[in-house]
């Protein structure tokens, strides 16, 4: 499975953003797609995640009410919409790939990652 981040950028705090993941590949076994972001000097931190039907979605207290996770599921596609961004939301945002159907928020049960995309949030 390759994957795709793309849609980060430079925004003022109170603004919107809107990230993307393109998967590839063999997803056939993929159970869900999340995002996880890294502030600098911190710890990976989960963000969101959906499952791969898009019934079920997940999120971090930290963004609940402000940032909402979806995919279109033709085209094998996530999109984590960002708003109302807060300068603490400043990080690298990865998405990533788990064919295990627990703990998503456990970067460490991820199979795939992506390159990264970075978000800054100015104040």
């Known amino acids: 499975v390759q994957l795709q981040a793309s849609g980060g950028g430079l925004v003022q705090a109170g603004g919107s953003l809107r990230l993307s993941c393109a998967a590839s590949?063999?997803?056939?076994?993929?159970?869900?797609m999340g995002w996880f972001r890294q502030a600098p000097g911190k710890e990976r931190e989960f963000v969101s995640a959906i499952t791969w039907t898009g019934s079920s979605t997940f999120y971090a207290d930290s963004v609940k009410g402000r940032f909402t996770i979806s995919r279109d599921n033709p085209e094998n596609t996530n999109y984590l919409q960002m708003n109302s961004l807060k300068p603490e939301d400043t990080a690298v945002y990865y998405c990533?790939?788990?064919?295990?159907?627990?703990?998503?928020?456990?970067?460490?049960?991820?199979?795939?990652w992506g390159q990264g995309t970075l978000v800054t949030v100015s104040s």
């Open positions: 990533a790939v788990t064919k295990v159907p627990i703990g998503v928020q456990t970067p460490t049960l991820y199979d795939y």
């Open positions: 590949g063999r997803t056939s076994s993929s159970y869900a």
